[in-house]
Structure formats: structure tokens, C-alpha cells
């Protein structure tokens, strides 16, 4: 859990009785956090799985690319061959 909230996929998180119900209100009053322009925003993306899914794309890039090459291979065999 992230500052109480329950991870439901996807980078999507929902409320829980640890963090409480949602406040709307105005920014800087009741409690809230204020806003400041041009700032950058802390990201709640999940890391280690983002990682993950890198790699595993780079994985499928590289079978990909292994399987072009091998082509060629065959490819550039099969016209000696002939030739």
C-alpha cells in the first residue's frame, strides 16, 4: 500500500479505511496541500514493474531482431546455392 491506499492494477490505487475518504476543497485551506505553479510532480508510477516490463520488451526486441538476422542467413545461403 501506498499512504494507505490499495493498489487495484494498472497504476491505479483506491481508498482504504487506513487512508481515508477523499477531501475536495479549495488548495491551502482545511488541511490541504497547496499548489505551486511550474513545479514537477512526484510520479506514483511503480517502478520495479515498469522495469520489468522494459526488459521484457527489450527481451521480445531482441528475439525479434535475432530472428531478422537468422533470416538473412538463410536467405543469403539459399542464393549461393542457386548461384
Do not use: C, H, W
Request: proline share 1%; net charge negative; glycine share 14%.
Amino acid at each position: 500500500m501506498s499512504g494507505g491506499l490499495a493498489r487495484v492494477g494498472g497504476n491505479n490505487f483506491s481508498a482504504t479505511l487506513a487512508s481515508g475518504p477523499a477531501t475536495v476543497g479549495v488548495a491551502g485551506t482545511g488541511g490541504r496541500g497547496t499548489m505551486e505553479g511550474g513545479a514537477l510532480e512526484d510520479s506514483n508510477v511503480d517502478i520495479s514493474s515498469e522495469f520489468s516490463n522494459l526488459i521484457v520488451a527489450q527481451s521480445a526486441y531482441e528475439a525479434n531482431a535475432k530472428s531478422v538476422t537468422t533470416f538473412n542467413t538463410v536467405t543469403q545461403a539459399t542464393i549461393n546455392m542457386i548461384q
